[in-house]
C-alpha cells in the first residue's frame, strides 16, 4: 500500500518565479493538508482540502494557493517567490470522519523548495 | 508567540535506558496531541496520540503522558534503542479536527550503543 508521495524531491527557483508542488494521498484518505518547515522549526499549517474545496486556512499569504482533484490528489502553488519561501514543503493525508473530524495524519516525504 | 515549545533541542540517551522528551503548551482549548518522529529526508512519522479526557496512553515502548492542568505533554521510550534516533516533534490541535496541527520545534534525540 503506497504512502503519501510528493513530486519533485527537490527544486530550485529565483525570486518572483511561481512553483507548483504535488501530492497523492494514501490510499483511503480523502482530506489534504499542506505544512512548510523551515530550517530548525517544526511545520506549520498552510490549509487543508476536502471535497477540492480549501477548508482550512493558516496564516499564509494568498500567494500560497491549492487546488484538490476528484482523485484526491493535491496541488500547491505558490506565486511571486521570495528568499523566505525556502523550506521543506510537506503534504499529510487523512480519512475524513463523521462531524468533520478527520483521522490521523499521514506525511509524505516532502518537496525542499530553494529559492535564489 | 510559541502556543507549542520544545525546550531541549537535543538530548542523548544511552542504549536500553528510558528516553522522556517534553512539551508545554499555552492554549487550554488544546484537546488532540500527538507525537511524531522524523528521520533525515523523511517525512514526520506518527508515533502515538492522546486525547484530553485521557492522561496517558501506551503503544509498546512508547507513552505518552498528559498533565492538562501544567499543560504539559511528555514522551516516554523504555528501552532507547539506536534506531530511535531521530528528531520527535509534538503537536496538537482543538475542535475536534485534526486539520492545522500545531507543532513544537522538536528535540533530537540521539540513542549511544
Known amino acids: 500500500d503506497a504512502g503519501v508521495t510528493q513530486s519533485p524531491t527537490h527544486l530550485i527557483k529565483t525570486r518572483g518565479q511561481q512553483v507548483t508542488l504535488r501530492c497523492s494521498p494514501k490510499?483511503?484518505?480523502?482530506?489534504v493538508s499542506w505544512y512548510q518547515q523551515a530550517l530548525g522549526q517544526g511545520p506549520q499549517f498552510i490549509f487543508q482540502?476536502?471535497?477540492?474545496?480549501?477548508?482550512q486556512r493558516g496564516n499564509f499569504p494568498d500567494r500560497f494557493s491549492g487546488h484538490q482533484f476528484p482523485n484526491y490528489s493535491s496541488e500547491l502553488n505558490v506565486n511571486a517567490l521570495l528568499l523566505g519561501d525556502s523550506a521543506l514543503y510537506l503534504c499529510?493525508?487523512?480519512?475524513?470522519?463523521?462531524?468533520?473530524?478527520?483521522?490521523?495524519?499521514?506525511f509524505g516525504p516532502g518537496t525542499r523548495l530553494t529559492v535564489l | 508567540d510559541q502556543q507549542v515549545k520544545q525546550n531541549s533541542p537535543s538530548l542523548s540517551v544511552q542504549e536500553g535506558r528510558i528516553s522522556i522528551l517534553n512539551c508545554d503548551y499555552t492554549?487550554?482549548?488544546?484537546?488532540?496531541f500527538l507525537w511524531y518522529k522524523k528521520y533525515p529526508a523523511e517525512g514526520p512519522t506518527f508515533l502515538i496520540s492522546?486525547?484530553?479526557?485521557?492522561d496517558k496512553n501506551e503503544d509498546g515502548r512508547f507513552t505518552v503522558f498528559l498533565n492538562k492542568s501544567a499543560k504539559h505533554l511528555s514522551l516516554h521510550i523504555v528501552p532507547s534503542q539506536p534506531g530511535d534516533s531521530a528528531v520527535y516533534f509534538c503537536a496538537m490541535n482543538y475542535g475536534g479536527s485534526q486539520g492545522n496541527l500545531i507543532f513544537g520545534k522538536g528535540t533530537k534525540l540521539s540513542v549511544k550503543p
Open positions: 490510499s483511503g484518505h480523502d482530506t
Open positions: 499529510a493525508s487523512s480519512r475524513r470522519l463523521a462531524g468533520d473530524v478527520t483521522d490521523t495524519q499521514y
Open positions: 482540502y476536502y471535497e477540492e474545496e480549501e477548508r
Open positions: 492522546i486525547s484530553s479526557i485521557k
Open positions: 492554549n487550554s482549548m488544546f484537546d488532540y
